[in-house]
């Protein structure tokens, strides 16, 4: 007998072995994704049912009877638009704010030497380990001190000292990344600090500000227990504690026009994520080259 005649039956086995294992994988992966998005599914199928079918005994995987009624009440309904407005004002000024202050903050932390550096990283990491409602009571007394309830400003600067942390720590990591042969070529060719700074290492670090603009975002768009506190006027409210409404005690939840103002609420998550994904998958691609 060969050795190839031998080594055959082995290889056929490994070959089984490694099948198996991947349809293991495979179905493991499409049940998590079936638990995952089932939530999604049933609020999109709740949002199309008339109040009826909302309520029934018996569950409806297909919306039998479908209706626009529950969009139309959620849009309808007072401070739909104006609470939009407020959380597309707040979450605009946490990007720019956060990314802006992150960019400067992290190319300081990785290309400059000065004292306490290191206990400045260390502060910032065990910011970002307190949970946001240990935090809540003394951003409250401060922003009242200062005058900053019920205006824009002061929810962005809550939301901003939220995600900073993450956004310098994130941006840290790719400015690390970047040779300092680029920045020492540029300083031959005659750049300036400024010209580095916008011309060079920026571009290269268009990944991490993508990955923290999506943190960013997500995270003051979906903020309940900030924008609840620190906004009592109704015209303030963001679209979050505007999602609150549809349940109260004396009326109880409104199931179909919640799930539809759920629906609503989600979808620009949804488009910007899908928006930016394509950016972030390019300016990997393009950081990849240039490095």
């Known amino acids: 007998m060969s050795a190839h005649t031998a080594t055959t039956p082995v290889r056929r086995r490994s070959r089984v072995k490694l099948t198996r294992g991947r349809v293991v994988a495979n179905t493991l992966a499409v049940l998590f994704c079936v638990v995952w ?40 309904q ?31 932390l990785t290309r400059f030497r000065f004292r ?16 946001s409602a240990a935090l809540l009571i003394p951003l409250f007394l401060t922003f009242n001190k200062m005058h900053l309830l019920d205006h824009y400003f002061g929810l962005v600067l809550a939301y901003v000292a939220a995600v900073l942390p993450f956004s310098i720590w994130v941006m840290r990591g790719f400015f690390l990344a970047i040779p300092r042969e680029l920045e020492e070529a ?20 268009a990944p991490g500000v993508i990955a923290t603009s999506i943190f960013a975002f997500i995270y003051a ?12 006027d109704q015209d303030m409210y963001t679209l979050p504690v ?5 349940s109260t005690p004396t009326t109880g939840t409104n199931y179909g026009g919640l799930m539809a103002g759920s629906t609503l609420f ?7 994520f899908l928006l930016i994904q394509r950016n972030l998958v390019t300016g990997m691609t393009s950081g990849a080259v240039k490095g």
């Open 37 to 76: 998005i089932f939530p999604v599914y049933w609020m999109v199928n709740t949002a199309f049912k008339p109040p009826a079918d909302v309520t029934t005994a018996t569950p409806q995987f297909l919306p039998l009877h479908a209706t626009i009624t529950n969009f139309h009440a959620a849009m309808t």
């Open 78 to 108: 007072s401070h739909f638009f104006r609470s939009l407005g407020n959380s597309l004002i707040v979450v605009g000024g946490t990007l720019l704010i956060s990314i802006a202050l992150g960019i400067f903050a992290a190319a300081a």
């Open 116 to 131: 306490a550096r290191r206990l400045i990283l260390v502060v910032i990491l065990v910011v970002q380990m307190l949970p």
């Open 186 to 205: 540029a300083m031959v060719d005659g750049a300036s600090t400024r010209q580095i700074l916008f011309r060079v290492l920026f571009p290269l670090v």
């Open 221 to 232: 768009w979906n903020d309940y227990l900030l924008a609840y506190s620190f906004m009592k």
């Open 242 to 246: 505007w999602l609150a409404s549809f």
């Open 266 to 272: 989600a979808l620009p998550v949804v488009l910007f």
